[in-house]
C-alpha cells in the first residue's frame, strides 16, 4: 500500500511539472498583453526619436522630404535688401566690411539651391520672365508688383502666425521676413558737450533742439493753430514723393482717407489731399535758405565725430533743431520719436513664384527662410535688421548679442572714448534698441488698393510740393 501511495505521487508531482512547463511555453508564443492603468494612474506615453511632420509636410515620408531639400531651386533675391542678402560687420557704406552670408545660410537646408540676382526689385517682367521658384528680400511695393501681375502663389508658411499684425499679405501670397518704418522723431533740447568740436555744437541756432508734446496723430503737427508749424521737415528728397521714405510716409497719410468710389482724386477723398496739401505748406521753409550758407557738419559725422573737414548742408533733415521722418533702422541717436498709435511700415518679405515646378521644394524654403532661428542668425551678421517674426528677439537673447555676438562697434549709444581721448556716442543702433523698435504696430494698411493707384498719388503729391529754390550761396572766404 505505501507503495502505490508513492506511485501515486510521483505521477502527480511529474504532470505538475509538465503542466508548469507547458504554460510557461504558452506564455512566450503568445504576444504580451497591455497592462490596463489603474484609476489615478497615468501611463507614460512612448518618448518618440524624431519630430513627426504635421501640416503639408505629413503626407510625404522622410526620404520624399529629403529629396525636396535637395532640389536645385531656385532663389531670386535683390541686394536692395541689405538686411539679408547682404550684411555689414564693420561700419555701413561702400567701404563696409561685407558679409555675403545669405547663400550659405540658404545651403544649409538647401546644398543644391541656385541664385538668382535681382537688379531691379520693382521690373516684374524681368523677374517673372528669370524663372525663380521663390523670392526674397523684395520689399512691400515690389511684393506686391509681383502679386498685382498674378506671379505669386499663395501658401501660408510654418511661422506667419509668429508675424506681426499688418505685416504679412492679407491673400497669403507674400510674407514678412523684417520691416522698417518711418518714423516721426525730434532733436531733444540741450547742448551737447561730449565732442572736441564745442563750440560748433554750443551753436544753438544750428545745433539746438525742440520738444514736442501733446501730439496724438501725426496730422496734429500741422493742424491750423499747431505750434509746430514750421519746425518740421520731411527727409532730403522732400521733392521726390519716389523715394522709399518719403513714399511710405506719404503712403501714411493717405491711407488713412481712402474711398474706392473717389476715382476722380485716386482714390482719396478730398480731406486726404487736403492734409497733405496742410503738411507741405507747414513745413520749416526758411531753413534750407539759411543752412545752405553755412559749412556744418552732416548728422551722422556729427554724432560719430569723425569729420575731420567741414562739408555743406544741403537738406533740412539733418537741421538738429527740426522735427522730420527717419527709417527706424540705424536711427535715434539722440532723436526722440513722436509716440502714435501706430506708423506706416513696410517690409522685406518672401514670395512663391506661381510659376514654379517645385512646389514641395519652395514651400519648404518659406517655412524655412522666415522660421526665428533662421532670422535670428540673420540678424547676428546684420545691425540693422528689425525682425518681422515677434519670437526672433527677447531681453536674454539681444543682450547677448550686444555682448558677445557682434563686436565692440555695435555697442549701445552710451559715451566712450575714442583713440584720443574724446568722448563718442555711437549711431550704430543696439540690439536692445531694435527690441523696442520692433513693437512698434504697423498701421493697417490696403496695400492693394494703396498700390493700384501709388504712381499717380506720387506725380500729384510731387506737384502740390515745388522745390524751394536756395538762395544765392555766400562767397567762399
Same mark, same amino acid.
Given at each position: 500500500?505505501?507503495?502505490?501511495?508513492?506511485?501515486?505521487?510521483?505521477?502527480?508531482?511529474?504532470?505538475?511539472?509538465?503542466?508548469?512547463?507547458?504554460?510557461?511555453?504558452?506564455? @512566450?508564443?503568445?504576444?504580451?498583453? *497591455?497592462?490596463?492603468?489603474?484609476?489615478?494612474?497615468?501611463?507614460?506615453?512612448?518618448?518618440?526619436?524624431?519630430?513627426?511632420?504635421?501640416?503639408?509636410?505629413?503626407?510625404?515620408?522622410?526620404?520624399?522630404?529629403?529629396?525636396?531639400?535637395?532640389?536645385?531651386? #531656385?532663389?531670386?533675391? !535683390?541686394?536692395?535688401?541689405?538686411?539679408?542678402? #547682404?550684411?555689414?560687420?564693420?561700419?555701413?557704406?561702400?567701404?563696409? @566690411?561685407?558679409?555675403?552670408?545669405?547663400?550659405?545660410?540658404?545651403?544649409? %537646408?538647401?546644398?543644391?539651391?541656385?541664385?538668382?540676382?535681382?537688379?531691379?526689385?520693382?521690373?516684374?517682367?524681368?523677374?517673372?520672365?528669370?524663372? $525663380?521658384?521663390?523670392?526674397?528680400?523684395?520689399?512691400?511695393?515690389?511684393?506686391?508688383?509681383?502679386?498685382?501681375?498674378?506671379?505669386?502663389? @499663395?501658401?501660408?508658411?510654418?511661422?506667419?502666425?509668429?508675424?506681426?499684425? =499688418?505685416?504679412?499679405?492679407?491673400?497669403?501670397?507674400?510674407?514678412?521676413?523684417?520691416?522698417?518704418?518711418?518714423?516721426?522723431?525730434?532733436?531733444?533740447?540741450?547742448?551737447?558737450?561730449?565732442?572736441?568740436?564745442?563750440? %560748433?555744437?554750443?551753436?544753438?541756432? !544750428?545745433?539746438?533742439?525742440?520738444?514736442?508734446t501733446d501730439v496724438s496723430v501725426v496730422t496734429d503737427l500741422w493742424k491750423e493753430?499747431?505750434?509746430?508749424?514750421? %519746425?518740421?521737415?520731411?527727409?532730403? &528728397?522732400?521733392?521726390?514723393?519716389?523715394?522709399?521714405?518719403?513714399?511710405?510716409?506719404?503712403?501714411?497719410?493717405?491711407?488713412? &482717407?481712402?474711398?474706392?468710389?473717389?476715382?476722380?482724386?485716386?482714390?482719396?477723398?478730398?480731406?486726404?489731399?487736403? *492734409?497733405?496739401?496742410?503738411?507741405?505748406?507747414?513745413?520749416?521753409?526758411?531753413?534750407?535758405?539759411?543752412?545752405?550758407?553755412?559749412?556744418? $557738419?552732416?548728422?551722422?559725422? &556729427?554724432? =560719430?565725430?569723425?569729420?575731420?573737414?567741414?562739408?555743406?548742408?544741403?537738406?533740412?533733415?539733418?537741421?538738429?533743431?527740426?522735427?522730420?521722418?527717419?527709417?527706424?533702422?540705424?536711427?535715434?541717436?539722440?532723436?526722440?520719436?513722436?509716440?502714435?498709435?501706430?506708423?506706416?511700415?513696410?517690409?522685406?518679405?518672401?514670395?512663391i513664384m506661381n510659376t514654379t515646378d517645385k512646389v514641395e521644394a519652395s514651400q519648404?524654403?518659406?517655412?524655412?527662410?522666415?522660421?526665428?532661428?533662421?532670422?535670428?542668425?540673420?540678424?547676428?551678421?546684420?545691425?540693422?535688421?528689425?525682425?518681422?517674426?515677434?519670437?526672433?528677439?527677447?531681453?536674454?537673447?539681444?543682450?547677448?548679442?550686444? @555682448?558677445?555676438?557682434?563686436?565692440?562697434?555695435?555697442?549701445?549709444?552710451?559715451?566712450?572714448?575714442?583713440?584720443?581721448?574724446?568722448?563718442?556716442?555711437?549711431?550704430?543702433?543696439?540690439?536692445?534698441?531694435?527690441?523696442?523698435?520692433?513693437?512698434?504696430?504697423?498701421?493697417?494698411?490696403?496695400?492693394?488698393?494703396?498700390?493700384?493707384?501709388?504712381?499717380?498719388?506720387?506725380?500729384?503729391?510731387?506737384?502740390?510740393?515745388?522745390?524751394?529754390?536756395p538762395a544765392d550761396p555766400a562767397p567762399a572766404s
Amino acid at each position: 500500500m505505501k507503495k502505490v501511495t508513492q506511485v501515486l505521487a510521483v505521477l502527480l508531482c511529474t504532470t505538475l511539472l509538465f503542466g508548469t512547463l507547458a504554460a510557461c511555453q504558452q506564455a @512566450e508564443q503568445e504576444p504580451s498583453k *497591455q497592462v490596463e492603468p489603474t484609476s489615478g494612474q497615468e501611463q507614460t506615453p512612448p518618448v518618440s526619436q524624431e519630430p513627426e511632420n504635421t501640416g503639408w509636410k505629413a503626407g510625404f515620408t522622410d526620404q520624399q522630404l529629403a529629396d525636396f531639400y535637395n532640389a536645385a531651386i #531656385k532663389v531670386g533675391y !535683390t541686394e536692395d535688401f541689405k538686411y539679408t542678402a #547682404k550684411g555689414y560687420t564693420v561700419g555701413s557704406g561702400d567701404n563696409a @566690411e561685407e558679409v555675403n552670408y545669405f547663400q550659405d545660410l540658404v545651403r544649409e %537646408k538647401f546644398p543644391n539651391a541656385e541664385f538668382f540676382k535681382i537688379e531691379d526689385q520693382h521690373d516684374v517682367a524681368a523677374i517673372t520672365a528669370a524663372g $525663380c521658384d521663390v523670392v526674397v528680400g523684395l520689399d512691400t511695393y515690389a511684393l506686391q508688383g509681383l502679386k498685382q501681375a498674378a506671379a505669386l502663389k @499663395e501658401f501660408v508658411p510654418e511661422w506667419a502666425g509668429e508675424v506681426a499684425e =499688418n505685416l504679412n499679405d492679407k491673400d497669403n501670397q507674400y510674407f514678412a521676413i523684417s520691416k522698417d518704418m518711418i518714423l516721426s522723431m525730434y532733436r531733444v533740447t540741450g547742448v551737447v558737450d561730449d565732442s572736441p568740436d564745442l563750440e %560748433k555744437q554750443k551753436d544753438k541756432e !544750428t545745433f539746438g533742439g525742440i520738444e514736442i508734446t501733446d501730439v496724438s496723430v501725426v496730422t496734429d503737427l500741422w493742424k491750423e493753430g499747431s505750434a509746430y508749424i514750421g %519746425k518740421y521737415e520731411l527727409d532730403r &528728397y522732400m521733392n521726390d514723393w519716389s523715394d522709399l521714405a518719403n513714399k511710405t510716409f506719404l503712403v501714411g497719410i493717405l491711407a488713412n &482717407y481712402l474711398d474706392a468710389s473717389a476715382v476722380d482724386t485716386d482714390c482719396v477723398t478730398q480731406e486726404g489731399w487736403d *492734409q497733405l496739401q496742410a503738411m507741405i505748406d507747414g513745413r520749416s521753409k526758411e531753413w534750407l535758405n539759411a543752412e545752405t550758407q553755412k559749412a556744418i $557738419c552732416a548728422t551722422g559725422d &556729427y554724432i =560719430n565725430n569723425i569729420a575731420t573737414t567741414q562739408i555743406t548742408f544741403d537738406y533740412a533733415s539733418d537741421g538738429m533743431d527740426k522735427a522730420a521722418w527717419y527709417w527706424a533702422a540705424g536711427k535715434c541717436a539722440r532723436l526722440d520719436v513722436i509716440k502714435y498709435p501706430d506708423v506706416p511700415t513696410f517690409i522685406y518679405g518672401a514670395a512663391i513664384m506661381n510659376t514654379t515646378d517645385k512646389v514641395e521644394a519652395s514651400q519648404l524654403f518659406m517655412d524655412y527662410i522666415g522660421a526665428a532661428p533662421t532670422v535670428l542668425e540673420m540678424t547676428k551678421h546684420v545691425r540693422t535688421m528689425i525682425p518681422a517674426n515677434t519670437t526672433v528677439f527677447n531681453e536674454t537673447n539681444v543682450k547677448e548679442l550686444d @555682448e558677445n555676438g557682434s563686436g565692440s562697434e555695435y555697442k549701445d549709444y552710451t559715451a566712450a572714448l575714442d583713440t584720443e581721448g574724446n568722448q563718442v556716442v555711437r549711431i550704430i543702433p543696439s540690439r536692445q534698441y531694435m527690441l523696442t523698435v520692433s513693437s512698434i504696430p504697423a498701421q493697417d494698411i490696403d496695400w492693394d488698393l494703396v498700390c493700384e493707384h501709388l504712381d499717380a498719388w506720387i506725380a500729384r503729391a510731387n506737384s502740390m510740393s515745388p522745390a524751394i529754390v536756395p538762395a544765392d550761396p555766400a562767397p567762399a572766404s
